[in-house]
């Protein structure tokens, strides 16, 4: 079956403006897990959602990021007034439960000029 | 707090040469424990997870690692490396009260020389 999608693949945009990121997990996958990967931070765990709801968000790094999900399937990640330090890979992972092999899209690359 | 150390940042071997990937994690609990491949370009990739029960766990690609709680160690192993081995290793750690929070190490960077 298909995996875990997420678009655009790639995306550049100027200092300040805001993005949205995408991610269609794999059906049937309840759980869904946004992670950043950058050249100083390694790799980070954002937001993880459970269903609709997001139990834990601590991984947002500042209050420019929010994140939801929609029918317990797609979510979005947003980044308003984004800087310099967001360049990254973003990554969305889903799990069929808690407990299970998280499974891994290809990421976006987000680049802030 | 959770952590997760792979001390070798870029490994360089020959093809036909065995493998050896360090990990060392701290966590107060048992542990679910995780290495996953990363080719250029690539999402990530689960090689192989430990829960609980035997502490050697065979994956996918013919890699293996074994878990030692005495040494908080979770290394991966091949016998015999092929050139498509050449990617990024990453060792993980997650939460076994909850939902798989993964923590991730640094990564180790591995060459296949032919």
């Known amino acids: 079956g298909a995996g875990v999608s997420q678009s655009p693949s790639n995306k550049v945009t100027e200092k300040g403006k805001d993005v949205e990121l995408r991610c269609d997990p794999i059906?049937?996958?309840?759980?869904l897990y946004w992670y950043r990967q950058s050249l100083g931070q390694g790799l980070e765990f954002l937001i993880y959602?459970?269903?609709?709801?997001?139990?834990?968000k601590s991984g947002l790094p500042s209050d420019r990021f929010s994140a939801e999900r929609t029918g317990g399937s797609v979510s979005t990640l947003t980044i308003q007034r984004t800087q310099q330090e967001d360049s990254a890979v973003y990554l969305c992972?889903?799990?069929?439960?808690?407990?299970?092999?998280?499974?891994f899209g290809p990421g976006t690359r987000l680049t802030v000029l | 707090a959770q952590s997760v150390t792979q001390p070798d940042i870029h490994i360089t071997v020959s093809e036909g040469a065995s493998l050896e990937l360090r990990c060392n994690y701290s966590?107060?609990?048992?542990?679910?424990l995780f290495w996953y491949v990363q080719s250029p370009g690539q999402g990530l990739q689960l090689l192989l997870k430990?829960?609980?029960?035997?502490?050697l766990v065979q994956g996918i690609k013919g890699f293996e690692a074994e878990f030692k709680r005495s040494q908080s160690s979770f290394n991966l192993r091949k016998p015999s490396v092929h050139w498509s081995d050449a990617a990024e290793y990453f060792c993980?750690?997650?939460?076994?009260?909850?939902?798989?929070?993964?923590?991730f190490g640094a990564g180790t960077r591995l060459a296949v020389h032919p």
């Open positions: 959602f459970q269903g609709n709801s997001a139990p834990d």
């Open positions: 430990y829960f609980s029960g035997d502490t």
């Open positions: 993980a750690v997650a939460s076994s009260g909850g939902y798989n929070k993964l923590i």
């Open positions: 992972a889903s799990s069929r439960r808690m407990t299970n092999e998280q499974f």
């Open positions: 966590y107060g609990a048992t542990p679910y």
């Open positions: 059906s049937g996958h309840t759980a």
